[in-house]
């Protein structure tokens, strides 16, 4: 298109001309410091091209997640596991031992079958609970019954003979299998919203029938057994699809089994419909007695200062619904690997590098607790503890467990690291300190500098998070080996810091009660124990 433009338009498109060529060039004459490629410490980009081009992840994950499998506590599994650890770390030269720590008891899963064999013929999907008694190899068929609606706990007890020889099921039932962010992305508004309405109304009506009952949901397992029941059916759904949380039975003599939503359902459907399913089912598991629990405890020993430490840290054992892959088989991958890279690449450190492997985290952080315990010669004399131990995730976040001066030391260690990797973590400093939840928090009680690395969820929380999803398939290798690479950094510089960081804790801010906040206290762990 032609334009005829006026002097006064031919001066203001010159200027307009003039304001954008001074743009381009302010743009392209960045300060140096804007534009210059991060110069990496050599030990660093050693660390990434050994992390990117030799990573031994995929073969170690398919190890103890294949071969190994699930690693409860007590189990057979579990203690392959401590062995296969202390193996490959043995084979790539780092010293390591297995420490015993407590007790627990002995139980190893056999075959199971679970089959409605009426109105027909099903195989249904379900697990054996962990540590759950078995049927001795035999089929044991019976009716399969829901609880009643009583008035009060008289009529509940007046209730109980009725349970002689069937299974009960004791878990609400769902009104909808599917997730609620499939209910969003489909349904319309109003039909979602009466979904939502429907399932607090479901379960509001259930918690009153358990509260009738006079005992609570915890116990009810154990009063149904002594009653004469079969078995216990349940169903923790994940509100994922196909996802249940899988965990121990509170039964002592009958089996309790995990049974998929689907299944469940109909189950349950089929009951209260007057139908009287009838069930079969079939375990074949092992109760061992008592046997020893341990941690795993690797070192990397060190030259200047070989009573100073670096920790890195995850728990080895898991629940056993799926392999235990993102909990937190994730985490022992990562910090063996760390670690196998660290001593091909740094194998004189300043400070000496443990990895400790704990068991037993699933029943109370049994295993990290008792290290800080056993060991104050070496939590003492501690640098930093980086633990890792919620999924398959790139590092996220990092908080700065309550010490005032983690913002410094943490910051300079971070700023080694590729910025490829740190530039989305999100930092919260000085933090507060974890309590529990995972066994940084062992040390943090203690007064260590010991942090979380908090990683993307990619559906941990609902798909993989004690569920029988939680599986080598799940696994995201690319942020696993950034994870790697960001440790190993942090590891790298914790240990050639010139002296130990400050340890100065922040003043604890008020509670709702408007008392100050305290530091969490070192708790003792549990050294024996008998399952859930």
Not at 20 to 29: D, I, P, Q
């Amino acid at each position: 298109m032609n334009v005829l433009l006026s002097s006064h338009g031919k001066a203001k498109c010159l200027a307009l001309i003039f304001v954008f060529a001074v743009s381009l060039t302010l743009v392209n004459a960045q300060p140096q410091w804007m534009v210059q490629e991060q110069k990496l410490e050599p030990i660093v980009e050693q660390i990434v091209k050994e992390a990117s081009e030799h990573s031994q992840l995929k073969q170690l994950a398919h190890e103890l997640l294949d071969v190994v499998g699930p690693r409860l506590v007590g189990t057979p599994q579990m203690e392959h596991a401590h062995d296969w650890a202390v193996a490959k770390y043995k084979e790539w030269g780092i010293e390591a031992r297995n420490d015993e720590f407590g007790e627990w008891r002995g139980w190893e899963r056999g075959i199971s079958h679970i089959d409605m064999v009426h109105p027909r013929m099903k195989t249904l999907a379900g697990t054996q609970l962990a540590w759950s008694p078995t049927t001795g190899g035999k089929a044991v068929e019976g009716e399969v019954i829901t609880l009643p609606d009583v008035q009060d706990s008289v009529a509940f007890q007046a209730w109980l003979p009725n349970v002689k020889g069937k299974y009960v099921l004791v878990s609400m039932p769902q009104p909808t299998g599917r997730p609620d962010y499939n209910w969003e992305e489909y349904a319309r508004p109003e039909s979602f919203e009466k979904m939502k309405k429907e399932r607090d109304s479901l379960t509001s009506v259930w918690n009153e029938k358990i509260q009738a009952t006079g005992v609570s949901a915890r116990s009810l397992p154990r009063i149904l057994e002594d009653a004469g029941a079969a078995g216990i059916l349940e169903c923790y759904w994940s509100r994922e699809f196909g996802s249940n949380k899988i965990f121990g039975a509170r039964t002592t003599k009958v089996p309790t089994l995990d049974i998929s939503l689907e299944d469940y359902g109909m189950l349950y459907r089929l009951a209260e419909n007057g139908l009287k399913p009838r069930i079969k089912v079939e375990t074949d598991s092992k109760d061992l007695g008592t046997v020893p629990t341990f941690n795993t405890i690797a070192e990397i020993r060190g030259t200047e200062k070989p009573d100073e430490y670096v920790i890195l840290s995850a728990h080895l054992d898991s629940w056993e619904g799926g392999s235990g892959a993102t909990d937190n088989g994730t985490g022992t991958i990562t910090m063996m690997e760390v670690a196998r890279i660290l001593k091909k690449l740094y194998p004189n450190p300043k400070r000496t590098i443990l990895v400790g492997l704990w068991g037993s985290e699933e029943q109370g952080l049994n295993g990290s607790r008792a290290f800080v315990l056993d060991h104050p010669e070496i939590v003492e004399k501690t640098q930093a503890v980086f633990n890792q131990d919620n999924g398959t995730g790139r590092v996220a976040n990092l908080n700065g467990s309550g010490f005032i001066h983690a913002y410094d030391f943490m910051g300079r260690w971070m700023a080694a690291a590729p910025r490829e990797i740190t530039r989305d973590i999100r930092t919260d400093y000085p933090g507060s300190p974890g309590s529990g939840g995972s066994d940084h928090a062992s040390f943090v009680a203690a007064g260590i500098p010991a942090f979380m690395m908090s990683s993307l969820s990619w559906g941990y929380g609902t798909i993989t998070w004690h569920t029988n999803l939680d599986t080598y398939d799940k696994l995201v290798f690319d942020d696993l080996r950034d994870n790697v690479i960001l440790i190993a950094t942090l590891a790298y510089k914790a240990s050639e810091e010139p002296e130990l960081v400050n340890r100065e804790k922040r003043i604890m801010p008020l509670g709702r009660d408007g008392q100050p906040q305290q530091w969490p206290v070192i708790r003792q762990p549990r050294r024996t124990g008998v399952g859930y």
